[in-house]
């Protein structure tokens, strides 16, 4: 499983008005940290479509896909305006 508690966190900093950019960085180095070998996407995507955002200004998720040794770990968190 993704360190759910880093996925949320990164939720709620782009919420809160946080550089996606920097946010999705520290996020993925998060996961790397954490023993998993790859990451193969850690995007922030709109809601209603799964459109590609660089600015949080509608509602969206973040969804990542990790590789811990020979498995494929997926997870996505709703980012929530505050």
Same mark, same amino acid.
């Given at each position: 499983?993704?360190d ?5 966190g ?8 946080a550089p996606?950019?920097?946010? =999705? ?15 193969e996407? =850690? ?6 479509d799964?459109? !590609?955002?660089? @600015?949080?200004?509608? !509602?969206?998720? @973040?969804l990542?896909?990790?590789w @811990?040794?020979?498995?494929?770990l ?5 980012? @929530?305006?505050?």
């Open positions: 499983m993704l759910v508690a880093n996925h949320s990164a939720a709620e900093r782009i919420a809160g008005g996606t950019d920097r946010v =999705l960085s520290e996020a993925r180095a998060a996961v790397l940290a954490a023993g998993y070998r790859e990451v996407y =850690l995007e922030l995507r709109a809601e209603d799964l459109e !590609p955002l660089q @600015l949080f200004d509608r !509602p969206a998720r @973040l990542t896909a990790a @811990l040794g020979q498995t494929r997926i997870d996505n968190v709703t980012v @929530l305006s505050r």
